[in-house]
């Protein structure tokens, strides 16, 4: 296939699943195939016992509305590549659970040279959203945004931070990995 001459169509001929190809040309493959059964040799838990919670902070199974929890706000001048202020400061810097409220949140430009753009918060204190990655453009100040907070997956966090301890899936109780030197 040329890139000035892309195909007209694709059509399948095969589903399945491939084991090996024994031959190939331009004109004809040969192969192997495999049985759908052999999904069913991959050895893979049912439940993950572990103590962090499984799910994803706002999705179906966390059952928490993202709309609930949006701070929206303005970029103040000053802003970096990996911190925005927020005119007037950030109402909670810290988290009923003791952490900062935004840490490993989301921050969404709404306006501006980085409009559409959502980011990883790295941490928080009363005046700016710090970051995880740089960003390519700096926000100008008067660019609007909006950010949430960040969920730790502990059920500490979960109760204190979102009263959401019926939903936490996680197994508090299992001991956390520890590594030895």
């Known amino acids: 296939i040329q890139p000035d001459n892309p195909p007209m169509g694709a059509w399948p001929l095969f589903t399945g699943y491939i084991s090996t190809i024994e031959k190939g040309?331009?004109?004809?493959v040969e192969m192997k195939v495999k049985s759908a059964l052999t999904k069913l040799n991959v050895n893979m838990p049912r439940n993950y016992f572990q103590p962090g919670c499984l799910w994803t902070l706002f999705d179906a199974g966390c059952n928490l509305t993202?709309?609930?929890f949006v701070v929206t706000g303005v970029v103040d001048s000053g802003a970096t590549i990996n911190?925005?202020?927020v005119v007037g400061g950030i109402a909670i810097s810290t988290g009923a659970d003791g952490n900062p409220q935004y840490a490993q949140g989301r921050l969404m430009f709404t306006s501006g040279v980085n409009k559409g753009?959502?980011?990883l918060i790295d941490n928080n204190d009363g005046t700016n959203l710090?970051?995880?990655y740089?960003?390519?453009e700096i926000p100008n100040a008067g660019d609007t945004i909006a950010f949430?907070?960040?969920c730790s997956k502990t059920f500490a966090t979960c109760g204190a931070k979102f009263n959401n301890t019926a939903n936490f899936?996680?197994?508090d109780k299992v001991p956390p990995i520890m590594v030895s030197a």
Request: net charge positive; charged share 10%; hydrophobic share 45%.
């Open 169 to 171: 899936r996680g197994f």
């Open 130 to 132: 710090y970051l995880a």
């Open 83 to 85: 911190a925005i202020p």
């Open 66 to 68: 993202k709309t609930d």
């Open 134 to 136: 740089l960003l390519n």
């Open 148 to 150: 949430f907070p960040g």
């Open 117 to 119: 753009l959502q980011v």
């Open 25 to 28: 040309g331009a004109s004809h």
